[in-house]
């Protein structure tokens, strides 16, 4: 009994972990394709306007998945919003974690001070 307890205790920490990369995703102006509780198959879900809401087959965890094409998508949401994105908003997803954790360039920050 106390395991189940352990496990949805956590269950219910994460998913209100991952709410808060929501909210604070919504808030920034970055659109999401899905919020998930759990990983794996979708066993139950909804859509509310572009943001689709899954419960998943494996309960103990979740994420937040950005609905952004490319880098390129990226680079247009302002600066403020990617620090907030790359602080806050924590994915394992190569090309935007990659995206929002560089350094930029010389020619990138001359470029950005003469727009």
Known sequence: MSYLLVFFTISLIITLHELGHLL???????????????????LWGFKIGKTEYWLSLFPCGGYVL?????EEAFAKIPLKSRIVFSLVIRRNSGTIRQKASAT?????????RSA
């Open 24 to 42: 604070a995703a919504k808030r920034m102006g970055i659109p999401i394709a899905r919020f998930s509780v759990g990983f794996g198959r979708k």
């Open 66 to 70: 950005p609905a952004l094409e490319d």
């Open 104 to 112: 930029p360039s010389k020619e990138a920050l001359i470029k950005d």
